[in-house]
């Protein structure tokens, strides 16, 4: 049996994994679709709120530390989550960048593609929050802190850090190679820092860098369409 440096969630089997994942596909995505079709608000968060439940229900079967939220290491873990995210940020701006001083701007693939105003409304800047803070929250904990550390208390690292990438990617039926990137690489963080910040940062960087995708860099949608 393969432990985790930190102790993992250990009232969370393997099991117990299956039977959340099978609820999760065959009863959540099924039925938000036939009951809230017609409901944006639902439809669109019902998979956060039944990863939050579950996310209470293993709190009380253990504590944050079990889940991730180690002190020990902090600052590493920090630093790294800062260090990776910012370098997918960054790496926008660079791409970009490249489009422009390489002439490729005038070429019609990418032309008429005008730029999405970030709006100040009240409801759009809580929808933003959400997708930058909330959600990049309750999912590196549903998934990194509760499923990843259950496969990896049955396997090796390596495959179920694999594994984790394509739960991530089925997840929602999200089936690309963006949601498993990032299931993959927030995985391998957690293995390597021993804590979730810095998964949970990489996650909120990603967020940030589709909502620049989409409203400052458009254009970049050419080359990174194939992630979505």
């Known amino acids: 049996m393969h432990t985790n440096g930190n102790s ?7 099991r117990a994994t299956i039977v959340t994942l099978s609820v999760y596909h065959l009863l959540v995505l099924p039925g938000k679709n036939i009951f809230f079709h017609t409901n944006p608000w639902p439809l669109k968060y019902t ?18 530390k079990e889940l991730g939220f180690s002190v020990k290491g902090l600052k590493r873990s920090l630093f790294i989550g800062s260090a990776s995210g910012g370098v997918l940020v960054f790496s926008l701006f660079l791409l970009d960048l490249c489009i422009d001083s390489t002439g490729m701007a005038n070429h019609d693939l990418f032309k008429n593609q005008p730029n999405l105003t970030i709006s100040s409304e009240k ?7 959400g997708l930058v803070l909330v959600i990049p929250l309750i999912e590196q904990i549903f998934f990194t802190g509760i499923i990843y550390q259950s496969i990896h208390k049955k396997t090796s690292p390596i495959l179920a850090i694999y594994a984790s990438g394509i739960i991530y990617s089925l997840a929602g039926y999200k089936l690309s190679l963006g949601s498993f990137g990032l299931g993959f690489t927030t ?9 979730i910040y810095a998964s949970i940062i990489f996650h909120v960087s990603c967020a940030v860098g589709e909502i620049m995708i989409k409203t400052i860099f458009p254009r970049l949608n050419t080359f990174l369409g194939f992630l979505f």
């Open 8 to 14: 993992c969630c250990a009232t969370w089997s393997v």
């Open 47 to 64: 998979d956060s709120i039944y990863f939050f439940l579950i996310i209470l229900f293993a709190l009380h079967r253990s504590n944050l």
């Open 187 to 195: 995985s391998f963080l957690f293995k390597t820092t021993k804590t």
């Open 123 to 129: 409801n759009s800047i809580i929808e933003y929050a």
